[in-house]
């Protein structure tokens, strides 16, 4: 009876033992995740000293002169480059339409007089004596079947244009979930279906050249690349009125009030600039 008694005051007094627990770090808080945190998609690198001085001294500039005259916003910005390549020039157009009536959707194409200064890569779906045509007009790929079939089962988009005859419409129209959000899927309005009675030939040639395409987009703007910075400024000038009088020539009938609403020039690397036109 005593010796349960000594057991049971031994079991009372008797220290808990202290497990020791290790301090685990979290990724979130570990050196080489902060180093990281930069470099994670989506979000751009720190931008040092010298270059948040470079882009503060850009944007005061742009924002002293305001809205200018298209000859002044192509010469700022070419005073305003601070790339090493070859930037493209965008023109952006913010239209008083409504994107959620389908009649009043902006959507064509235009020939810019100077081109665009790249490459275009053109494929043509077409068949029988069109197809001699379209590689002899300078078209990249041309076929019928065998292309859509490739697109289909490669997912390949290695181009920049689609033409279609319109007796291969029937087949194309299966492409409109892979064409379709890209922007690539032909149709009348945009000129990239071809009838019977137009010339294939002439129309390869015009966006090999520099034809672009344009359409609205959800909140009634347009946008357009018309050329690069190292082309002379008279030519983006020229560009950029083409591209300003089609959009105003494919005015709906349905529109009331201020149909352009403002006109901003911008570069790859440079911010817009409010233009009267």
């Given at each position: ?63 002293k002169e305001g809205q ?114 890209r922007g690539l899927m ?59 009088e089609q959009v105003r ?29």
């Amino acid at each position: 009876m005593a010796k349960s008694e000594k057991d049971t005051n031994n079991s009372e007094t008797a220290p808990t033992p202290v497990v020791e627990q290790k301090a685990v770090a979290t990724p979130a808080t570990t050196e080489s995740n902060v180093k990281r945190k930069g470099k994670q998609p989506g979000r751009p690198p720190r931008k040092g000293k010298k270059l948040k001085a470079q882009i503060a001294t850009i944007y005061s500039k742009v924002n002293k002169e305001g809205q200018v005259s298209l000859d002044k916003a192509v010469s700022l910005l070419k005073q305003v480059k601070r790339a090493k390549f070859d930037e493209s020039v965008e023109i952006h157009m913010s239209l008083g339409i409504d994107s959620a009536q389908s009649d009043q959707m902006i959507r064509g194409s235009v020939a810019l007089p100077h081109g665009v200064g790249k490459k275009v890569r053109v494929l043509v779906f077409c068949q029988g004596d069109n197809s001699a045509k379209a590689k002899a007009a300078g078209a990249d790929f041309v076929g019928d079947v065998d292309l859509i079939k490739k697109i289909q089962s490669e997912n390949w988009l290695d181009f920049d244009v689609v033409l279609a005859s319109q007796d291969m419409m029937g087949q194309v129209s299966r492409l409109g979930k892979v064409l379709g959000p890209r922007g690539l899927m032909p149709t009348p309005k945009a000129g990239t279906v071809i009838s019977s009675g137009q010339d294939i030939t002439a129309i390869i040639k015009e966006f090999k050249s520099g034809k672009v395409e344009y359409r609205s987009d959800k909140g009634g703007n347009v946008h357009a690349g018309i050329g690069k910075i190292s082309f002379d400024a008279d030519k983006i000038v020229s560009n950029a009125i083409a591209f300003v009088e089609q959009v105003r020539a494919s005015k709906p009938t349905g529109i009331r009030g201020n149909y352009i609403k403002s006109v901003t020039l911008s570069a790859t690397m440079c911010p817009g600039i409010p233009v009267t036109i």
